[in-house]
T-cell receptor, first 112, second 112 residues
Framework: KAGVTQTPRYLIKTRGQQVTLSCSPI?????VSWYQQTPGQGLQFLFE???????NKGNFPGRFSGRQFSNSRSEMNVSTLELGDSALYLC???????????FGEGSWLTVV | AQTVTQSQPEMSVQEAETVTLSCTYD???????LFWYKQPPSRQMILVIR??????QNATENRFSVNFQKAAKSFSLKISDSQLGDAAMYFC?????????FGKGTKLSVKP
């Protein structure tokens, strides 16, 4: 069984641009969540989707958005990038509440 | 608010020795799940162990075991026979509704 796959793995963007990150969950997993990891703030929850519906959202500005498709694949978008958005973005999937959550390798975003 | 506290920013252990990483959490829920994740320099988040709060028996996975004290809201991780490959950041996490809340992490070094 393939694991959680995130693309792209590395990217560099300029301030003011927007970026879209993609995540393919483990086959059969309907819950996909996103996390931002930075040295200063640690691991912070962005949002979680289940069957195309956003169930939970973390404390991030509206520039951060996401969606989930019918095949459970998910994308997150960050508009009007700021230097502080430079981070490792981790996607995770699970088969449901309380079940083990598995992570992808992450997407490294650098904003210059 | 639900919080997770890891009071040891860094720990060091001699190869083949045993080390215990501490974690406390705060929740008003009676049924929940707790995890320990390992993040090596590659930054891949790897599940180490999972504990269901309604189970009194402590979870064990090979050299890894937990000491789960529900009343004290404590969830420590014991690594026995430490190996060089155990060197990593270790994160304790609490989950509710698909949303992982992480501690700040403990950086574990293993000395040969």
């Amino acid at each position: 069984k393939a694991g959680v796959t995130q693309t792209p793995r590395y990217l560099i963007k300029t301030r003011g641009q927007q970026v879209t990150l993609s995540c393919s969950p483990i086959s059969g997993h309907r819950s996909v969540s996103w996390y931002q990891q930075t040295p200063g703030q640690g691991l912070q929850f962005l949002f979680e989707y289940f069957s195309e519906t956003q169930r939970n959202k973390g404390n991030f500005p509206g520039r951060f958005s996401g969606r989930q498709f019918s095949n459970s694949r998910s994308e997150m978008n960050v508009s009007t990038l700021e230097l502080g958005d430079s981070a490792l973005y981790l996607c995770a999937s699970s088969s449901g509440a309380g079940n083990t959550i598995y992570f992808g390798e992450g997407s490294w975003l650098t904003v210059v | 608010a639900q919080t997770v506290t890891q009071s040891q920013p860094e720990m060091s252990v001699q190869e083949a020795e045993t080390v215990t990483l501490s974690c406390t959490y705060d929740t008003s829920e009676s049924d929940y799940y707790l995890f320990w994740y390992k993040q090596p320099p590659s930054r891949q988040m790897i599940l180490v162990i999972r504990q269901e709060a309604y189970k009194q028996q402590n979870a064990t996975e090979n050299r890894f075991s937990v000491n789960f004290q529900k009343a004290a809201k404590s969830f420590s991780l014991k690594i026995s026979d430490s190996q060089l490959g155990d060197a990593a950041m270790y994160f304790c996490a609490y989950v509710k509704q698909g949303n992982l809340i992480f501690g700040k992490g403990t950086k574990l070094s293993v000395k040969p």
